[in-house]
């Protein structure tokens, strides 16, 4: 299965330390947005559970300086994101979602209950950012196939 075609709900979480500030940077600079993935293709291995299947990663898009929010999607290709992973990420500097093979595969089952893990599947997915400031335009990355 592409690994450009797998994504789920399962992002990395952040844990405060007692005493510590976290430096949130404003201003996202002017970035256009857009995905990356740690692999092209994706196998499902059942042997290697805890082991990472795939990372998604995305870049911050502009913001010019005000609060900005992450919004992914995921489906199969050519369905034009009509059903599928739709997840309200929100507010975050951490712009990641990473899957072990257990999570990529219960992802799969649950939002694509009908394709078969063994059958080859391409998918594609796409993150919009909308920004506090009415009069930033929201932005969509390119779609990811």
Known sequence: MKAKTIIGMTLLASVGLVGCEEEIVLDKGESPL??????????????????????????????QGTAISYFF???VKGNN??????YNIGKTDSRVISFTNKELTDTLLHYFP????????????????????????????????
């Open 34 to 63: 857009m995905i990356n993935l740690s692999a092209d293709s994706v196998r499902c291995d059942q042997r290697s559970d805890a082991q990472e299947a795939l990372q998604i990663t995305w870049t911050s898009g502009t913001n």
């Open 114 to 145: 009908t394709i078969p893990l063994e059958q080859y599947t391409d998918f594609e997915m796409r993150v919009t950012a909308t920004v506090a400031d009415p009069t930033v335009p929201t932005q969509v990355s390119p779609v990811k196939e």
């Open 81 to 86: 994101f009509e059903s599928g992973i739709k």
């Open 73 to 75: 999607e995921m489906d």
